[in-house]
Structures are given as C-alpha cells and as structure tokens.
C-alpha cells in the first residue's frame, strides 16, 4: 500500500510537472526572446539567450518618441479607473438592493440580470455612432465609462451584502449614523475581499481590451498599449520583421503582472470563482 | 415636528435610490439605450451621414445570404468546440491531481504555475505564439528543422488559435473546479472508499455528479465567452485584424461592417450574435436539466 502510494505520487507530481512546463514555456520563450539580439532569435528562439542584452529595451523605449511609455501608462490609467468606477457604482447599487426594501426592487433586479447575456460586442455600433456625434472619440472617457455599470459585478456584491448581518447596520444607525456612513464606514470594510477580487478582474479584462478601442481610437498617444503591440512588426517591414522587439514589449506587459500575481496569489486566484462559488 | 418627521421618511425613502443612482444612469446611458438603438438600427439602411432608410428586415435576409456570415460563424464554432473539450478534459484532470491527499503540500507550488497563462496579457500570448509556430524563425520549425507552414495552411493555421486558446483557458477551469472539489466534504470520499469504490468509481458516481452545478456554469460561460472570440485568431493568423476569410471569427462581420460604414448591417450581425449565445445556452440548459 504504501509503495503504491509513492509510485501514484511519482506519477502524479510527472503529469503536473508536464503541464506546468507547458504553462512556463511559451512566457519563457517571451522574457528569453526579449534579451537577444535579431540575429540569435532567429538562430535560437527556443532556448537561452547565449549573450544576454537590453539593447531591445533600449530601442522599446525609444520608438516612436517614447509612444510604448505613453500608452503603457494610458493602460493602466485606463483599466484601473475603469475598474475602481465599476466596483465603487455596483456596491453602492449592491447595498441598495441587498438591504434596502423599495417599489420595483425585485423586479428591477431580475430585469438587470436577464440582460446580462447580451454581450457587449453588440453595443459597439450604436456606441459609435453616439461618440462619434459627442465628439468623445479619442479621449480617455470613452476608454472608462461604458461598461461600467457591469450587471455581473452588481448582482456579486449583493450577493455578499446579504450575508452581512442586519444587527450591525441597525447598530450603527442607532448610534446615529447616516445611510452613506454606514455604507463607507462598515459595508465596504466588511465587503473588501469580494471588491477586491472583482477589481482585479475589472482591471485584467479592461488591460486586455482591443476590440472596442480598435473602433473608438485613432491617435496613437492615446490608445492602449494592446493596440500598439501588434503593430511593433509592421513598422520595420522593410526590413525583416523585428520580431525581438515584438517579445519585448510582450514581456514588457507580461511582467509586471506576473510579479503582482506572485504577490497577491489568493487574491487573484479568489476572482476567478467568485461567479462560481456563490452564483 | 410632525412635517418635519415626514419630510425625514420620504428622504428615507429615496436612500436606497440614491444608491442605484449611479449604477442605473451608466446602465441606461452605455447599455441599455445603445442596445435599444442598435436593435432599431439593424431594420434601417444607415451610412452614418443622411437620413437612415427603413428596410425591414433585408439588413438580415442579406446577411443570411451572405456566405462569408456562415464560415464565419462555422470558424467561430470551431474554436470552441476544439477548444472547449480539451480546456474542460484536461482543467477537471488537474483539479483533480492537486487535489489529490497524496501531494497536498504541493498544492500551493502548481497552483500559481497551472494559473499562469492567464495572467499573461491575451495580445502578448498571441504574439508570443505566432512566433512559437512561425515559418521560419518559429520555435517548432527551428527545433525540427523543416519549416512548417503553421500559420498558413488550411491544414493546421485553425489548429494554432485553438491550442493558444486552450493554453490560456485551461488555467481558470482549473482553479474553478479546484474549488468545487473543495466543497466536497472528505467524509463523502470516506464513506465511498469503505464502501468499496475504488478511485474511478467514486470518480464517475461521486465527484462529478456533485460538481454538475459547477460544471454548467463552466460550460455555459465558456461558451458565451468562446462566440465572442476575436483576439486569438486576428492577431496569430492576420496582420492588422484580417485574418483570411477562411479562418475569421464571427466578429469580424460586425467589425468589418462597422469599417465600412454599415451601420445596419453591423447592428443585424450584432444580434444574430446574441440570438446565437441565447440558443446556445437554451441547449445547454435544456441538457443539465434533462439530465436529472
């Protein structure tokens, strides 16, 4: 039994093995692809880099007159103010529907959630045509505010917010606490592990957008850095596609996630199932 | 006092509207009105500029007409299928391993690694496999020293969008069914072994009935979310968003009509997306409860 035991052991730890170097790989072959020269990449893709060099950081940097800094940071001024709009709207909105009564409370709910299956994609014409008649094409608005009255992360918060018992807000209310206070001072609080999960992935799915500012943007200095990537080996074309540039602005975006990842695991891992668990 | 304490109720009273306030305005201003008018527009013939023609529903007829719609929607369904037995196969095998007693101090080590590839931006993955399975100065081709033409023949270009989308996908499955077998309480798994199940068995009439709430949500999100594709299979296969016709996803319709200043026609594809997702989840629905 218990040499059964350690060969399934052996045999299990193999397989996980296997699909964690197939996970590792190709985010090896990015950061690796990032610090050799063109020459090696196209000599040696796969493996180490035998002369390690930040030469394509360099060039990263300076291309376009600093445009990869410029919308890297639109990036993530973007995904996190999306985000921190998203979550602020749908608690207040998820306090009001998990411990308030009022007229159409119900109803409105339930309406709310039945649209949740339409997908935003079918949105993109009609939203369009109203900035290009506002004039908001090309500005950091339309990057943040459509989407974020997100009905998935409305109906999550209050799906919290109902297991908080009534006693504490009836507590703070009789020690005369106003409806806002009570909201800021003890719901948030309580409700930060489900706000910041969802933030995280507010954040992570506006960081990886492209679609929708594809259509809504035109100036480079304003687009996201997504946008930009792709475009890195078009550029050069004369030349030979500068593909080590391409892994360098990959690992460029690449990177600092992961490292944030490492460091706020449970967090970023209780985000995936927080639709799962509760729903 | 007494105007005063009634003064005080009806405030009370709009408290909680107050809290849905700003919620509902971004609802209604960037969802709901743009979906209300976008279903009105795709009866119109409109360019943008001008008065916009009503013409019934001919945005639709024509679109059904039109074959790249249906290879599109063909492609679309493809990278699904392809990629939704693999991810969901290969995600519950590894939950289960982890969670397996015999490796329990390990869990903490594969969980993050298994999980990776999500964190990984989608754009960079995609550059980052264009070059693994690149012509000439791909990983493959190197390692093999052929070139294979990955990317470019009707043989294996699909293929490459669907292993980039099973590489990242299998991460989150993985981490959603890790936590459903942890609801699973030790003593049920006991109680099976005493009985005399062996692993398969108490495999097949334990864990997975248990999980089926957990399966069906994972089946119907990734399918909503895999008819949505565009990312994938614009950034391996094409330059500049247009992959060959024989290889775009479904959005790209909508895309494509919206360049072209159809906006229409644009809006008509946008809803035979959704009536597609609603069928889909029907069915699937239909199939978890049949099952009972």
């Known amino acids: 039994m218990k040499i059964n035991d350690r060969i399934s052991s052996i045999l299990i730890h193999i397989v996980l093995i296997l699909f964690s170097l197939l996970a590792i790989y190709p985010v090896f072959i990015m ?37 990869i800094v410029r919308t890297f940071s639109n990036s993530i001024f973007v995904a996190a103010a999306y985000s921190g709009l998203t979550v602020i709207i749908a608690s207040l909105a998820g306090f009001a529907f998990a411990k308030y009564k009022f007229f159409g409370r119900d109803i409105l709910f339930v309406m709310l959630l039945i649209t949740m299956m339409i997908p935003a994609e079918l949105n993109m014409t009609p939203l369009y045509l109203m900035f290009s008649k506002l004039h908001w094409l090309n500005t950091y608005k339309v990057q943040i505010f459509p989407g974020i009255a997100n009905v998935f992360a409305l109906f999550l918060m209050r799906q919290y917010m109902v297991t908080i018992p009534d006693s504490l807000i009836e507590a703070a209310r009789i020690d005369g606490a106003r409806d806002f206070k009570i909201f800021y001072r003890i719901i948030m609080p309580i409700s930060m592990p489900s706000i910041s999960a969802l933030a995280i992935l507010q954040f992570l799915s506006k960081w990886n957008e492209i679609l929708y500012p594809k259509i809504m943007l035109t100036k480079k200095e304003i687009m996201p850095i997504m946008i930009i990537l792709p475009t890195l080996n078009e550029l050069d074309s004369a030349r030979s596609v500068p593909w080590e540039l391409v892994l360098t602005g990959c690992t460029l975006v690449t990177v600092p996630i992961i490292i944030v990842f490492l460091i706020f695991q449970d967090k970023f891992l209780s985000s995936v199932t927080l639709g799962a668990v509760k729903g | 006092m007494q105007i005063q304490k009634k003064a005080g109720r009806t405030q009370q009273k709009m408290v909680p509207y107050l809290f849905i306030l700003p919620f509902l305005i971004s609802y209604i201003l960037f969802f709901l009105y743009p979906a209300i008018y976008s279903f009105v527009l795709s009866f119109y013939k409109y360019k943008g500029y001008g008065e916009a023609k009503f013409i019934g529903i001919s945005n639709y007829a024509s679109l059904f007409q039109y074959e790249t719609l249906w290879k599109c929607l063909g492609n679309t369904f ?215």
């Not at chain 1, 050799?36 to 893709?45: F, G, I």
């Not at chain 2, 072209?260 to 809006?267: D, E, K, P, T």
């Open chain 1, 31 to 67: 950061v690796s692809g990032s610090l050799k020269t063109a020459t090696e990449l196209s000599a040696n893709a796969s493996g180490f880099p035998m002369a390690p060099t930040l030469e394509n950081y360099v060039r990263l940097f300076n291309f376009d007159s600093g445009l």
């Open chain 2, 78 to 292: 493809f990278y699904f299928i392809a990629s939704f037995i693999p991810t969901m196969i290969f995600a519950f095998l590894l939950a289960m391993l982890v969670r397996s007693k015999l490796i329990q101090r390990f869990q903490s080590f594969y969980k993050p690694i298994l999980f990776l590839p999500q964190i990984c931006a989608v754009v960079a993955s995609a550059l980052c496999f264009k070059i693994i399975f690149g012509e000439r100065v791909g990983v493959f081709s190197q390692l093999l020293n052929t070139q294979i033409p990955f990317l470019t023949d009707d043989r294996y270009m699909k293929w490459t969008v669907v292993i980039l989308i099973t590489w990242r996908a299998i991460g989150w499955y993985f981490i959603i069914y890790l936590s459903g077998l942890t609801t699973i309480s030790d003593e049920i798994m006991e109680a099976a072994t005493i009985d005399g199940a062996n692993n398969v068995q108490s495999t097949f009439f334990i864990t997975i009935p248990l999980m089926k709430p957990i399966f069906m949500l994972a089946f119907i999100t990734n399918a909503i979310g895999s008819l949505k594709i565009f990312t994938e299979p614009n950034l391996v296969l094409g330059i500049n968003y247009d992959p060959p016709m024989k290889a775009a996803p479904f959005i790209n319709i909508i895309l494509n009509n919206l360049n072209g200043s159809q906006f229409g026609m644009a809006s008509a594809a946008g809803w035979i997306l959704v009536m597609v997702i609603f069928i889909l989840t029907l069915i699937q629905l239909k199939f978890f409860k049949g099952e009972e």
